[in-house]
């Protein structure tokens, strides 16, 4: 499976952004997808899932009530629309797919990952 992120870029604290991940060559909707980043100098960290159906979520306590993951499997593609950014939320976004039945968030448990897409939120 191949992942493409894109939507990232430079906004100002407050402001919203929508991320995408378009996937390519495998059964999308057999798939756990999520998002995940990672800020300057600091280790990669979960952000968001979302199972096969779209039926559940899972969110990070720091971004919970502010972003929104979704999927469109006629799409092959998985969404996170962040609202009411912080400086906190600058990093590399990624998006990572996951064979595994469940949400995850760990990051040996994703088996594709996408180059990443870079949001930064000024003050």
């Known amino acids: 499976v191949q992942l493409q992120a894109s939507g990232g870029g430079l906004v100002q604290a407050g402001g919203y952004l929508r991320l995408s991940c378009a996937a390519s060559?495998?059964?999308?909707?057999?798939?756990?997808m999520a998002w995940f980043r990672q800020a300057p100098g600091k280790e990669r960290e979960f952000v968001a899932a979302i199972t096969w159906t779209g039926g559940t979520t899972l969110y990070a306590v720091s971004v919970k009530g502010r972003f929104t993951i979704s999927r469109d499997n006629t799409k092959n593609t998985v969404y996170l629309q962040m609202n009411s950014l912080k400086p906190d939320d600058t990093a590399a976004y990624y998006c990572?797919?996951?064979?595994?039945?469940?949400?995850?968030?760990?990051?040996?448990?994703?088996?594709?990952w996408g180059q990443g897409t870079l949001v930064t939120v000024s003050s």
């Open positions: 060559g495998g059964t999308f909707s057999r798939y756990v």
């Open positions: 990572a797919a996951s064979g595994l039945p469940s949400l995850r968030r760990t990051i040996k448990d994703y088996d594709y």
